[in-house]
């Protein structure tokens, strides 16, 4: 019987832009710690001569091609543009894992040859110094800049309707937090597994949902100043880092807010949303869209309403 690797590396992929695989993997390449396999879940419909491409760029492109295991609508029961969205892709490549820990990865991620050697070694130091389950999250870096976008958000602020974030001061190596967002995080498989995205989040904040229902069941979240990814993603403009990029983005995000006061709120908490914050940050959000919008602002507005519209839905339905 084959032994199963320590650590399951998933990925989700954009087969169209196969270079910013091959760039991770090549990260993975150089790790000084080596007993891991790679679950790469190709997130979109591609055609099957782009599928045959993939698969041979990947066996010479790279030197663990025999790590790999790649999943798509060819080879599996893989179903691309499910609803459950990027959450559903997450989840499909977690219950593949084989390993007793999951480290997630995004294929625009980029880090140093320590990192899975150094996130399994806080892991077991944190866990035996806090007799605690915990979860391992880095900092967060745009691209190769020292600038940090991202050392997870301490707690949700109902009033305004949005995470407070975290950042380290200068003399702190380490913080507890209770939400992360990036797809960086390491942790216990049969933890993971059984927790699992939430599809009906099924874009935008689905990994603060993720780690904070991590939280809940007690595990002790963990961001490190020592423990860097580069983010290498796209410029993005002002809605788009807001995610009311689009009429779809701003939709799901309006509702993604009604689903999370809904599921993690008590009752006070709840009421200031319903009261307060639910109106204010659609209408902050459509005072953006009417300013940067260009000429999507209209469908934009559209989407934020249509979002919000179906967040109340959502308050109601059982």
Not at 2 to 15: D, G, N, Q, Y
Request: charged share 25%.
């Amino acid at each position: 019987m084959e032994k199963a690797p320590l650590i399951s590396i998933v990925i989700p992929a954009r087969v169209q832009n196969s270079q910013l695989l091959v760039d991770v993997l090549h990260c993975l390449e150089r790790q000084t710690f080596q007993d891991f396999e790679v679950i790469i879940v190709c997130d979109r419909f591609f055609s099957h001569l782009e599928w045959e491409i993939l698969q041979y760029l990947l066996s010479i492109k790279t030197k663990i091609a025999s790590k790999i295991r790649l999943f798509s609508h060819f080879n599996s029961n893989f179903t691309p543009k499910s609803a459950g969205g990027a959450s559903y892709v997450r989840n499909f490549g977690i219950l593949q894992a084989k390993g007793e820990f999951i480290q997630l990865f995004d294929d625009d991620n980029r880090f140093d040859p320590n990192y899975l050697d150094t996130a399994l070694k806080l892991y077991k130091e944190k866990k035996n110094e806090l007799k605690s389950e915990v979860v391992i999250t880095p900092s967060l870096y745009y691209r190769d800049t020292p600038n940090i976008q991202n050392q997870g958000f301490l707690k949700y602020n109902y009033r305004l309707a949005r995470p407070q974030i975290n950042f380290l001061s200068p003399d702190q190596d380490l913080a507890q937090i209770q939400m992360f967002s990036g797809n960086g995080v390491f942790a216990n498989a049969k933890l993971m597994q059984t927790t699992l995205y939430d599809e009906q989040i099924a874009r935008i904040a689905e990994d603060l949902d993720f780690t904070y229902r991590l939280h809940k069941k007690g595990a002790k979240i963990l961001t490190f100043a020592n423990l860097k990814i580069q983010h290498f993603e796209r410029e993005k403009n002002i809605l788009e880092q807001a995610w009311i990029g689009t009429p779809l983005s701003a939709e799901q995000k309006i509702k993604n807010i009604f689903i999370r006061h809904k599921k993690h709120a008590n009752w006070a908490q709840f009421l200031i949303f319903i009261l307060r914050s639910s109106r204010g940050i659609a209408l902050w959000l459509s005072i953006k869209a009417l300013y940067y919008g260009e000429n999507q602002k209209f469908p934009i507005l559209m989407g934020i309403w249509k979002g919000y519209y179906k967040g109340w839905k959502t308050i109601f339905s059982h």
